[in-house]
């Protein structure tokens, strides 16, 4: 681990919990040249997971492209980055579970979209028009009744 400040290769621990959500240790590091402080995590090592993307293609599992896409969908509304961090590591979580080397995107995708809709509507409706890609206002009309009909379901 170096330093990231002097990148010197050596530090002490001063401090270790683990995470809020438990699946990582929190380390507070001292440098033993610079003296400075600065944090790490420590994760467990997973099998990674391939995304079967729509061409054809696959690449290994990044979480933060998804939260890149998220927080483009929630700029500007009242959604907090720990909420779209959660949602992202509950689905890292779902797929690590399932014990699947391979996942398709389009799957990937509903499971964001599904979550994302219980967290902000207007940021549903712009990651789905993405994700979806609508051709054309109705289409995605037609997605707005839906989700207009199921918020009236529910009431």
């Known amino acids: 681990m170096h330093c990231p400040y002097c990148r010197c290769e050596e530090s002490k621990v001063v401090d270790s919990r683990p995470t809020e959500e438990g699946s990582s240790i929190r380390r507070r590091r001292e440098c033993v040249q610079c003296h400075r402080r600065f944090t790490t995590y420590e994760r467990v090592e997973e099998v990674p997971v391939m995304v079967r993307k729509k061409n054809g293609t696959a690449e290994v599992f990044d979480r933060n492209k998804i939260l890149t896409g998220l927080m483009k969908s929630t700029e500007k509304r ?33 499971m964001i979209i599904h979550r994302l809709k219980e967290i902000d509507e207007v ?16 289409s995605f009309m037609k997605e707005l009744e839906g989700l207009k009909r199921a918020k009236e379901d529910r009431i």
Request: glycine share 2%; aromatic share 8%.
């Open 78 to 110: 009242p959604v907090r980055i720990q909420q779209l961090d959660e949602l992202v590591d509950d689905i890292e979580r779902s797929l690590q579970n399932r014990m699947v080397r391979e996942v398709k995107s389009e799957e990937i995708g509903e």
């Open 123 to 138: 940021a549903y409706v712009r990651f789905a028009s993405v994700y979806r890609q609508f051709r054309d206002v109705e």
